[in-house]
């Protein structure tokens, strides 16, 4: 049920300040997708927990439940020309390059106030203290899935990338076990094997970490952490930068506090490396310039 026809089952049960806050949500629904419910509230003259009150009242489980459905709509009321004619459209064709670094940049300071550290070094000390940590996305997230699983290895991790598609996540994950964790990408969607995987999970006693775009998500087994941060508004330009901050992020955090393992495993790796190809005109410094980072 989508939030206009909510309002319409509803409409004579709405008081005068609800009905206000309904005109505002639908009078910019791409707004009201991805603006936290304070904001909203304000631009109604009405208070966040009028706002959560709302969305009960229309028959969602809390706001969260309320936007997703308004990320849902957004998304899936356009096929792909209507999306990239509504994101390229707007822009000066002299100016495409900076347009894009300011949305960027406005994606970016929308995670600082989606995603605290606490939560994300939670997140980070799960990762660390895992044996195996498996990996799985589909889409777009199949390169942060190759991108995170890569660093992790070299870092002295063991990452299981499930790249060959939902078919072959039954087969990697049957040996799954409780010191084990399962990290999962969506992005637009939920995969459709998403909340099997999080059961499974679950089920054997492993931990889980769940990256993506689309907030207030609920799964009959939820993920032992979620990191959730909308990628700019309907209409703009979504690219994989917020994700990928946050990988980068948790791949440092995890360096931080692994007493020395990562700095290890990358100067093994030097050493590796060169015993393989004999070259000496390059020095070792990975390790020294994680040491300088961490």
Do not use: C
């Amino acid at each position: 049920m989508g939030l206009a026809e909510a309002v319409a089952r509803h409409a004579d049960d709405l008081s005068p300040v609800e009905r206000k806050l309904t005109e505002a949500l639908l009078a910019s629904p791409g707004e009201a997708a991805v603006l936290p419910v304070a904001e909203m509230a304000r631009r109604a003259g009405a208070d966040p927990a009028t706002a959560v009150r709302l969305a009960r009242k229309l028959g969602f489980s809390g706001y969260r439940a309320l936007k997703q459905s308004l990320q849902s709509a957004l998304i899936q009321g356009a096929d792909a020309h209507d999306r990239l004619e509504r994101r390229v459209g707007p822009m000066d064709k002299d100016q495409i390059l900076s347009t894009l670094i300011e949305v960027e940049m406005e994606s970016l300071q929308l995670l600082r106030n989606q995603i605290s550290d606490a939560r994300l070094l939670a997140a980070a000390a799960t990762l660390r203290d895992a044996r195996r940590i498996f990996l799985y996305g589909q889409g777009h997230a199949t390169a942060l899935v190759d991108l995170m699983a890569r660093r992790l290895n070299r870092h002295g991790y063991l990452a299981i990338p499930i790249r060959e598609g939902e078919w072959s996540a039954p087969e990697a994950l049957v040996n799954m076990a409780s010191t084990d964790m399962l990290v999962t990408f969506a992005f637009y969607r939920v995969p459709p094997i998403l909340p099997t995987m999080l059961a499974h999970a679950e089920a054997v006693g492993a931990s889980s970490l769940l990256i993506t775009d689309l907030v207030g998500l609920r799964f009959p087994a939820m993920p032992t952490h979620t990191l959730a941060a909308v990628r700019g508004q309907p209409e703009q330009s979504h690219s994989l930068t917020v994700p990928m901050l946050l990988v980068n992020a948790l791949i440092l955090a995890i360096a931080r506090f692994d007493d020395g393992r990562s700095v290890a495993s990358l100067e093994k790796l030097d050493a590796l490396t060169h015993q393989f190809f004999e070259d000496k005109r390059y020095p070792s410094v990975k390790a020294a310039r994680l040491r300088r980072q961490i």
